[in-house]
């Protein structure tokens, strides 16, 4: 019987060497390569299978057309997956003729998914096992083939755990193996009810809670002990690494994470106490707890917690564009925070942040990004967060100006990314939907959506391009140079302040902006090829909610991420978008101060925008990735949201 074998750990070796025990086949062995980041402490599966002679790859990504037709090519009867990181997609499981199975560290379907040896630890088990199972798009819920229970006692830690685990893989192999080859393996479906999932573990998992009893923190700590990263707490501003601790019953009753005793090293928890046999700080050696109580300066009634760093000032942001549409009213959600945020802003005119200009944290100044170049590299220099919003944005623009376009839009903000890039700041850029041009997916998805436009004649792609150009140039600094950044995509902003109704006059605003001007005069609204082109209008409110999200960054969820930022529940035509408008207008308390509703007129987009102006059908995001990593949902209406945009250009055209 022929296989093929992903592989890796000291699981790995061991299914390998049993397959080969029993007269597999194995026609190639795919692992891992060396993370340069990680403390090896396992075998090698790529060393054993090249002493046996079998091939070696180590892909990238192993559900590449290439990869799968190699592994087509070589014929398999069976695909064996021994405690390989990654998962093996279902073109890659249609391929083997008998079937692919995985070896699984734990006793399932308890403790699916990632580390499992670590977490039953963590989670204070008395048992676990290891499981063989039939293969499926979804992690580890296959039907089971074979299974062992594994007992574990409190002093055990993950080596341990996986050394019992070798041994029992051993023998369910030996025993299981020969049944495969003759077709008589059993194939028990899983009870999905009773399953567990878990997720990966990083560093920053190992912090220790300490109003958690003293069994759950020492299960924590041995859980995570060498070879892994440790579990941790602060003393001050010092990192401490745990390697090994004991419970002590509670004997003083003090806030969880007090320093009962020095010598030996006792510390409360919310229930008990742990006493700290071995532990060391950050670059320092392992060392008794007593000893690291003394070479610490460590006394009674010291308190061990969370580090929370004090601040010397403010977050400063930059905001280039202050004035404008995002910028005013990201300013205002910036100061709302009670001095956390200060806001240095610059800009052509101050005319929508004058309601700012006195308050405490923000700091104006007027300046051209392309000629008040020293000023804002100071700034860049002096701030620690910085937003380029400066860009030109209309579609008459692009066709009109589109060398101005350019320009503005790439070659000045690429000078601004530079500064961001040579300073190491986090740089927050403004793409924008645009990117996605005549994309055909029902959703933009931000990481998998092809970026697509049109013939090189329509100059209105110009802006996306530059855009897009941009976007890529920044996720190249950000992956060749460090530059810490993250980029969100805007979709169809609207509410007050959004541009101004002079502006619409000279065809340089948003749409709604150009609908509401012709309520205003009294001129029909002209439909652009009909107004059957759909767009998700967001709300201002939500969008900048949004983008204070990824301003926050809790976590570093935020870091080289691209977020869409709109709502696709608020999906209408431009067409259905005017007539909600003039539903609003008709009874507006204002409405008696302006003209007759002068009706619809359908134009054609050339007549319109001129020559070079092309348009697609949708654009609607999806927003999962703000849902999941920020916790944000747009939550105002398209009908609030055209009303109070509405009533703000209203009350600003009768004063």
Known sequence: ???????????????????????????????????????????????????????????????HPIWINKIKSMSPDFLFSFYYRKMIKEDMLRIPSKGCLNLHGSYLPKYRGRCPVNWVLINGETQTGITLHYMTPRPDDGDIVAQKKIALTQDDTPVAVFGKLEEAAHHLLDETLPLLLKGKAPRTPQDHSQATYFGGRTPKDGEINWTLSADEVRNLIRGVTKPYPGAYT???????????????????????????????????????????????????????????????????KMRFGAFMPVRKHPVRVLILGVNGF?????????????????????????????????????????????????????????????????????????????????????????????YCARYGKRIIFPS???????????????????????PIRMERWIYSCSKQLLDRVIWAYGKHEKL??????????????????????????????????????????????????KRCFTDVKDGVECLFRIIENQGNRCN??????????????????????????????????????????????????????????HRKPSIKKAQKLLNWTPAVGLDQSISETLDFFLKEAVK
């Open 560 to 617: 080289r991420g691209i977020f869409n930022i709109g709502n696709p529940n608020n999906e209408a035509s431009i067409k259905e978008l005017a007539q909600i408008l003039v539903r609003h207008f008709n009874s507006h308390s204002l409405r008696s101060q302006f003209p007759p509703f002068a009706g619809f007129k359908e134009i054609e987009s050339g007549e319109y925008y001129g020559e070079g102006y092309q348009d697609v059908e």
């Open 1 to 63: 019987m022929k296989a093929i074998v992903f592989a890796n750990h000291n699981i790995g070796c061991v299914g390998i060497e049993s397959l080969l025990r029993h007269g597999f086949e194995i026609s190639a062995v795919f692992c891992h390569k060396d993370d340069p980041n990680e403390h090896v402490w396992f075998r090698s599966v790529a060393d054993l299978a090249a002493s046996k002679g079998i091939p070696v790859y180590a892909p990238e990504e192993v559900n």
């Open 484 to 533: 810490p950044f993250s980029l969100f995509r805007p979709f169809n902003w609207i509410g007050p302040r959004l541009d101004s109704l002079d502006s619409a006059r000279i065809g340089s605003s948003r749409v709604i902006t150009q609908l509401i001007l012709n309520l205003v005069e009294g001129t029909p609204i002209r439909l652009v090829d009909g107004g059957d082109q």
């Open 234 to 300: 602060h003393l001050g501003n010092r990192k401490l690494i745990l390697w090994n601790a004991s419970i002590v019953e509670e004997k003083k009753k003090e806030k969880p994470g007090t320093v009962l005793s020095v010598d030996p090293l006792i510390v409360a928890c919310g229930k008990d106490s742990l006493k700290l046999d071995l532990m060391q700080t950050e670059e320092g050696v392992s060392m008794s707890g007593a000893q690291a109580a003394k070479d610490l300066g460590i006394v009674d």
């Open 432 to 454: 924008t939907s645009e990117v996605y041009g005549m994309c055909h997916d029902p959703e933009f998805n931000e990481d998998t959506s092809n970026l697509i436009t049109g």
């Open 326 to 418: 995002i910028g005013n009213a990201l300013s205002e959600r910036l100061l709302a925070e009670n001095g956390k945020y200060e806001v240095h802003g610059t800009d052509l005119y101050c005319d929508k942040i004058q309601r700012l200009l006195k308050e405490p944290g923000f700091h104006f100044e007027e300046g051209d990004i392309a000629i008040h170049r020293e000023w804002i590299e100071y700034h860049v220099r002096k701030c620690d967060i910085i937003l380029p919003l400066v860009a030109i944005a209309t579609p008459k623009e692009y066709v009109k100006n589109p060398l101005k376009v350019f320009t503005l839009d790439f070659e000045e903000n690429l000078r601004i990314v530079r």
